[in-house]
């Protein structure tokens, strides 16, 4: 489906494409998509809204101070419930 981006001020930033499985690195106060390219930077406080026709999912998951090993075996557990 199609998403919409908005600032944590409340400014519209970009819409995109919604597909698969998308994943974000923080990196400062900036999350950084990993293995996709998005129009604009995604700041860590943000909001986001479904305007396509779609309806829309998420998982969020979160960690906090994980190495990228413990991120790929948490990633691999969660696919392999879905």
Same mark, same amino acid.
């Given at each position: 489906t199609q @998403?919409?981006?908005?600032? =944590?001020?409340? +400014?519209? @930033?970009? $819409?995109? %494409?919604? =597909?698969?499985? #998308?994943?974000?690195?923080?990196? /400062? $106060?900036? #999350?950084? *998509?990993?293995?996709? =390219? @998005? *129009?604009? *930077?995604? *700041?860590?406080?943000?909001?986001?809204?479904?305007? /396509? =026709?779609?309806?829309?999912y998420e998982?969020?998951?979160? +960690? !906090?101070?994980? +190495?990228? !090993? $413990?991120? $790929?075996?948490? %990633?691999?557990?969660?696919?392999?419930?879905l």
């Amino acid at each position: 489906t199609q @998403l919409e981006v908005y600032g =944590e001020d409340g +400014s519209r @930033l970009f $819409d995109f %494409r919604a =597909e698969g499985v #998308l994943g974000f690195k923080l990196v /400062g $106060d900036l #999350l950084e *998509p990993i293995g996709i =390219e @998005l *129009p604009w *930077p995604v *700041p860590a406080v943000h909001a986001a809204k479904n305007i /396509g =026709e779609d309806d829309y999912y998420e998982i969020l998951f979160e +960690s !906090k101070g994980a +190495s990228q !090993k $413990d991120y $790929d075996a948490a %990633r691999e557990k969660m696919m392999n419930e879905l």
